[in-house]
């Protein structure tokens, strides 16, 4: 069982689609605090599962001309730290963990209201109405040991393909979301005594988010999501116990600090969560961003 692993359905990222003049860059820290507990839905022989970690992220962000359209990549690279307790066949049992976590790869395209566009035409655009899709791939590149039930990495691919939409009235901005998780195998989850080949059903995910222009470059969000979903199966047999059907809700607020620099906070908590981590979560992101061709 991957920590961060549950909480992948449950990302909350305001503006998401909105678009940015072509050779646009971004390099962005985040700091991300958990706090909380894991359901196992007595999958596991483990109760009162809790754990309180930390996640620092490395991003590079960088905006392209698709065909004429708005388009952008982004890569991460995340870490993690924490700490996990809980009574293991009525036995209080504690861990640490600290290592790599699954580096992610999205791709988003701009198919309705964006254009391509230099920073001059930027500076004259306002938005209306936009419609994007994107593609995101979490590579297996996180630490993993199929002796060891709580790993940072999930020893498999996952991809999520997504579609959104953003439609700006004055100051206000108006954000929704609908994308599916698509899981390949981990052919070594860990079972005991032994490792077998874990599969998993994908989620569907739902995104809202509601936010608020105070000045350019200051801005105040509302966000909510749900998903359901993600039933595993281990040597093909499947548990039902193991499906999701959760969603939280959470507040975003970006200032900015000098013409190249802002800062972010978010904060967001599980309103019902059915199996998964159910966690706390308060992230501090700083972003850099710059314009012009990388060298």
Not at 70 to 96: C, R
Not at 113 to 135: D, I, N, T
Not at 267 to 278: A, L
């Amino acid at each position: 069982m991957c920590p961060l692993q549950v909480l992948r359905a449950q990302d909350l990222a305001p503006r998401a689609y909105v678009i940015s003049p072509v050779h646009s860059n971004a390099i962005t820290i985040t700091w991300g605090f958990y706090d909380g507990g894991v359901d196992f839905n007595g999958t596991v022989p483990i109760a009162n599962a809790k754990g309180t970690y930390y996640v620092p992220i490395f991003s590079y962000y960088h905006s392209l001309n698709f065909f004429g359209r708005s388009a952008n990549i982004t890569a991460s690279l995340p870490y993690a730290l924490g700490n996990f307790h809980g009574d293991v066949l009525g036995q209080s049992t504690s861990i640490y963990r600290s290592g790599l976590l699954d580096s992610s790869f999205r791709f988003s395209v701009n198919l309705m209201g964006g254009p391509a566009m230099q920073l001059k035409e930027m500076a004259e655009w306002k938005q209306k109405r936009l419609l994007g899709l994107s593609l995101k791939v979490v590579a297996p590149t996180g630490q993993y040991s199929g002796t060891k039930l709580i790993n940072w990495g999930s020893n498999r691919w996952v991809f999520k393909p997504e579609l959104g939409y953003s439609e700006r009235w004055g100051h206000w901005v108006l954000d929704g979301y609908a994308g599916a998780w698509f899981y390949s195998i981990n052919p070594a989850f860990y079972a005991g005594p032994i490792t077998k080949p874990q599969s998993e059903a994908p989620i569907v995910s739902l995104n809202g988010h509601l936010s608020y222009d105070v000045k350019p470059r200051l801005w105040l969000s509302l966000d909510a999501n749900f998903w359901s979903g993600g039933v595993t199966s281990l040597s093909g047999i499947r548990n039902l116990a193991t499906k999701q059907t959760s969603s939280r809700i959470g507040g975003t607020a970006s200032f900015p600090i000098s013409k190249h620099q802002s800062i972010k906070f978010s904060y967001s908590d599980g309103t019902y969560i059915r199996f998964g981590g159910n966690y706390q979560n308060l992230s501090v992101a700083w972003q850099y961003s710059w314009f012009g061709r990388p060298n």
